[in-house]
């Protein structure tokens, strides 16, 4: 069974950071692309990020360009988000995804 | 961006009627490799999203056959031949042809 688990959210003041991490089991994760998409509260889905099976292409929304990195450990099978300089408008739930499946999310608060 | 518009944003439906959502972006979601990357996703009250339709219209695993997925180029229609109750929840279209990937605003499917 795939299963996803996000960990690593947390409330933080602006201009901080925090890494996401997100535990893959059930799939040879070093053999599928994967992506980080986010939610505000009680809006819809927003991608943020994708990472190639070995992790030498990634590709961002520009919002997030220079501030995110995506990154992965095949050996751990296991996706991350190195988020800095956080804003306000990065409140979200991020999920991880495979596109086929799907993390039950972590929330991330950036507040003062 | 490609921009991806959804209609309705809401429909109100009872157990056993027919359901239609259609997903038009603004430019083609052919691929150079000639596939069409749209999905579909079901996101249930207080859940993350599944998805349920790929590449137009392939059925993920387990996704019961009243579901179906159509369309081509910028135009694409999903479509429930007969609602059930878990099948309530916001529906989202997905592109994943062109960077950013973007998602439609969602449509919400309620029982009456």
């Known amino acids: 069974e795939v299963q996803l688990v996000e960990s690593g959210g947390v409330l933080v003041q602006p201009g901080r950071s925090m890494k996401l991490s997100c535990a893959a089991s059930?799939?040879?994760?070093?053999?599928?692309?994967m992506a980080w998409v986010r939610q505000a509260p009680t809006k819809g889905l927003e991608w943020v990020a994708t990472?190639?099976?070995?992790?030498?292409?990634?590709y961002y929304r520009d919002s997030v360009k220079g501030r995110f990195t995506i990154s992965r450990d095949n050996a751990k099978s296991t996706l991350y988000l190195q988020m800095d300089s956080l804003r306000s408008e990065d409140t979200a739930t991020y999920y991880c995804?495979?596109?086929?499946?799907w993390g039950q999310g972590t929330l991330v608060t950036v507040s003062s | 961006d490609v921009v991806m518009t959804q209609t309705p944003v809401s429909l109100s439906l009872a157990i056993g009627q027919p359901a239609s959502i259609s997903c038009k972006s603004s430019q083609s979601l052919v691929h150079s490799d000639g596939k069409t990357y749209l999905s579909w996703i079901l996101q249930r009250p207080g859940q993350s999203p599944k998805r349920l339709i790929y590449?137009?219209?392939k059925l993920d695993s387990g996704v019961p056959d009243r579901f179906s997925g159509s369309g081509s180029e910028t135009e694409f229609t999903l479509k429930i031949s007969r609602v059930e109750a878990e099948d309530l929840g916001v529906y989202y279209c997905?592109?994943?042809?062109?960077?950013?990937?973007?998602f439609g605003a969602g449509t919400k499917l309620e029982l009456k």
């Open positions: 059930g799939f040879t994760f070093s053999s599928f692309p």
């Open positions: 590449l137009v219209s």
């Open positions: 990472i190639s099976t070995s992790g030498g292409s990634t």
């Open positions: 997905w592109q994943a042809t062109h960077f950013p990937y973007t």
């Open positions: 995804t495979l596109f086929a499946y």
